[in-house]
């Protein structure tokens, strides 16, 4: 169903994007990376936090990882993690097929700054064999276009 709803979002939004559903798992960064001959940071993996009391997704870099410090300053609070239950409650989607499409109810999307060294990024499609290719200037159209600085890129 969470494939389901990526699609109906998509043809709704942006007809002109499709979803990508391969043989080989996109679950991980790492597998998303190979299976779609790109770096992991083109991977745009999605967050979901929970800052006091409100839970948000963030989309960032797939080799990026949430800064506690440029976080706490972005939103205001210390970000904390959501559990796999939560996630799926939150976005309907399986953790490693989390993207910012296709969602139960209207969410805050954020967008990390580290996403804008790519032209063209890759986010899950709501399913561990799914995905979807498009610019990041899209992306940010589609999920609002708020920007953060939150995540530190690897050494």
């Not at 805050?108 to 996403?115: A, F, G, H, K, N």
Request: contains cysteine.
């Amino acid at each position: 169903m969470s494939l389901d709803s990526v699609r109906i979002d998509l043809a709704n939004r942006a007809p002109d994007l499709s979803v990508e559903v391969t043989a080989e798992s996109t679950a991980t960064v790492t597998l998303a990376a190979a299976v779609h001959g790109v770096e992991p940071g083109q991977i745009a993996k999605t967050l979901c936090i929970r800052i006091r009391d409100e839970e948000v997704l963030l989309v960032t870099r797939g080799d990026a990882r949430l800064d506690n410090q440029k976080s706490k300053t972005a939103f205001g609070g210390r970000p904390r993690m959501l559990g796999a239950e939560d996630v799926l409650r939150l976005t309907s989607h399986p953790v490693g097929g989390v993207c910012p499409f296709g969602l139960p109810a209207p969410l805050p999307i954020y967008l990390d700054t580290s996403l804008k060294i790519y032209d063209v990024v890759i986010p899950a499609g709501g399913d561990t064999h799914a995905s979807v290719r498009l610019t990041v200037a899209r992306l940010a159209e589609l999920c609002g276009n708020r920007w953060v600085d939150a995540c530190q890129l690897p050494k």
